[in-house]
């Protein structure tokens, strides 16, 4: 008896392949932004540097007129306010980073997948690989993008298809139509 390949698992193979595809994909948004990182680290430690600098060279002796007690309290305390303010500059840009960062991910996560690319996919992945690709590709009105194919990667390595087969299983016990077609049927485009 032929094993049917829906209740198969995808293959090392085919998460290699589509891990592979992804980095492609992906290396140009990953090398600028570790770029954009490792430059503004070594630009904000050197600013870090003259700013502690600048605050340990500061004299408050011509504050005499504060008195004696209010100038010592301003040297004993000068370098925990400068430390402070590198604290929340370092806060700052590391926010200002992460929301840089964020922003290619989603720009890459929405570029659309050449047709080349989706061709070569579809003819090296296993069915339960391409399975949980058309799972992972929502909306057949719009092409695969990146993101697409970084869901479909994830739930690869989380046995999605496995819970396919399972959801066919317990719609065909209940007697309910296939939940999940494994062709998406020819949906009419609206005109506007």
Same mark, same amino acid.
């Given at each position: 008896?032929?094993?049917?390949?829906?209740?198969?698992?995808?293959?090392?193979?085919?998460?290699?392949?589509? %891990?592979? +595809?992804?980095?492609?994909?992906? *290396?140009?948004?990953?090398?600028?932004?570790? !770029?954009?990182?490792? #430059?503004?680290? &070594?630009?904000?430690?050197?600013?870090?540097?003259?700013?502690?600098?600048?605050?340990?060279?500061?004299?408050?002796?011509?504050?005499?007129?504060?008195?004696?007690?209010?100038?010592?309290?301003?040297?004993?305390?000068?370098?925990?306010?400068?430390?402070?303010?590198?604290?929340?500059?370092?806060?700052?840009?590391?926010?200002?980073?992460?929301?840089?960062? %964020?922003? +290619?991910?989603?720009?890459?996560? *929405?570029?659309?997948?050449?047709?080349?690319? !989706?061709?070569?996919? #579809?003819?090296? &992945?296993?069915?339960?690989?391409?399975?949980?690709?058309?799972?992972?590709?929502?909306?057949?009105?719009?092409?695969?993008?990146?993101?697409?194919?970084?869901?479909?990667?994830?739930?690869?390595?989380?046995?999605?298809?496995?819970?396919?087969?399972?959801?066919?299983?317990?719609?065909?016990?209940?007697?309910?139509?296939?939940?999940?077609?494994?062709?998406?049927?020819?949906?009419?485009?609206?005109?506007?």
């Amino acid at each position: 008896m032929k094993p049917n390949p829906l209740t198969q698992q995808p293959t090392s193979q085919d998460r290699t392949l589509l %891990r592979n +595809t992804l980095l492609k994909l992906t *290396a140009t948004q990953k090398i600028v932004c570790a !770029v954009v990182i490792i #430059a503004v680290v &070594l630009i904000w430690y050197d600013l870090l540097n003259r700013l502690i600098a600048f605050g340990n060279n500061i004299d408050y002796d011509g504050l005499h007129a504060l008195g004696v007690q209010a100038v010592n309290l301003l040297k004993q305390y000068n370098p925990f306010f400068w430390w402070a303010v590198v604290a929340l500059c370092t806060l700052i840009i590391a926010y200002f980073l992460y929301g840089f960062v %964020r922003g +290619t991910q989603r720009t890459v996560r *929405a570029r659309l997948v050449k047709e080349e690319t !989706v061709t070569l996919l #579809a003819s090296q &992945l296993s069915e339960p690989a391409r399975e949980v690709l058309r799972w992972a590709w929502q909306d057949r009105r719009d092409p695969i993008s990146v993101g697409d194919l970084q869901r479909a990667y994830a739930e690869m390595r989380n046995g999605r298809a496995a819970k396919i087969t399972l959801a066919r299983r317990h719609a065909a016990v209940l007697g309910v139509a296939d939940p999940l077609p494994a062709e998406p049927e020819a949906r009419p485009t609206p005109i506007p």
